[in-house]
C-alpha cells in the first residue's frame, strides 16, 4: 500500500532524456500545499504525469518541452518521487519520444535555459532550467531567437504553474527546493526565458535510487 500523502511534502519531477549516449535530466520541483481528502503519494505522483499530458494547459506541458528539443533526443521515462519530509521510491511514467523541433542538434551540451524565481532577491530564489539546443549552428551570434525563442518561452510559462489534484482535493505548488533551509523552499513566481546560449556539463551520479 504506497504512502500516504500530506500537506508540506515536496515532489521531485525528472524528466530523463537521451541524446548522442549521453543521459540528459530535466527537474522540477513541487510542493503539496493543500489536501482535503485522503490520498496517497503515488496518487499524487500519477495526477502531476497526467497534467503534464493533459489538454488543461495547450499546448500541453510535455508537448511544449518537446517543441524545444531537437529531434535527436529522446524523452524516454520521467521519474516522481516524494523527497521531503521523508524520501520515497520513485515512480516511472514512460516517455513520449523524439524533440519536436524543426531545427536538427548535434552539440549535446549545448543549452538553453529558463531561469525560474521567487519573491525574495536572495540566492535561494533564483533556479535554472536547462535543455538542449536545437540548432544545427548553436554558437551563431550566442543568441535564441524568432521561433525557438517562442517555444522556451511558451515552455517557461508551465514551470510556474501550479497543478491542481483530481477532483480538486488539492494542489501543487511549483517551487525552488532548498534541502538545508527552513523553510525549505521558495514559490515560484516568475520564469524568464533566456536569449543566451549555454555550455552544460553534466553530472549524473545517485539520481533517484
Request: glycine content about 10%.
Amino acid at each position: 500500500m504506497a504512502a500516504p500523502a500530506a500537506v508540506g511534502q515536496v515532489y521531485l519531477m525528472t524528466l530523463k532524456g537521451t541524446m548522442d549516449g549521453q543521459l540528459i535530466l530535466n527537474t522540477q520541483h513541487y510542493l503539496l500545499s493543500n489536501l482535503t481528502a485522503p490520498y496517497t503519494i503515488d496518487d499524487v505522483a500519477n495526477d502531476i504525469d497526467a497534467w503534464w499530458r493533459s489538454l488543461i494547459v495547450f499546448p500541453t506541458p510535455y508537448g511544449r518541452y518537446l517543441f524545444c528539443l531537437p529531434p535527436e533526443y529522446n524523452h524516454d521515462q520521467t521519474w516522481i518521487q516524494c523527497i521531503d519530509p521523508v524520501r520515497y521510491r520513485k515512480k516511472v511514467f514512460g516517455g513520449l519520444g523524439a524533440g519536436q523541433s524543426i531545427n536538427s542538434g548535434k552539440w549535446a551540451n549545448s543549452g538553453q535555459t529558463i531561469t525560474r524565481r521567487g519573491d525574495l532577491a536572495n540566492r535561494a530564489n533564483i533556479g535554472s532550467f536547462h535543455m538542449v539546443l536545437p540548432s544545427t549552428d548553436p554558437g551563431a551570434g550566442g543568441s535564441i531567437s524568432g521561433l525557438a525563442l517562442a517555444a522556451l518561452s511558451n515552455m517557461a510559462d508551465v514551470l510556474k504553474l501550479t497543478i491542481p489534484l483530481a477532483g480538486a482535493i488539492g494542489t501543487m505548488e511549483p517551487v525552488l527546493y532548498h534541502r538545508q533551509k527552513v523553510p525549505n523552499f521558495s514559490l515560484i513566481t516568475q520564469t524568464v526565458a533566456q536569449t543566451t546560449v549555454r555550455t552544460m556539463h553534466r553530472r549524473t551520479v545517485g539520481l533517484g535510487k
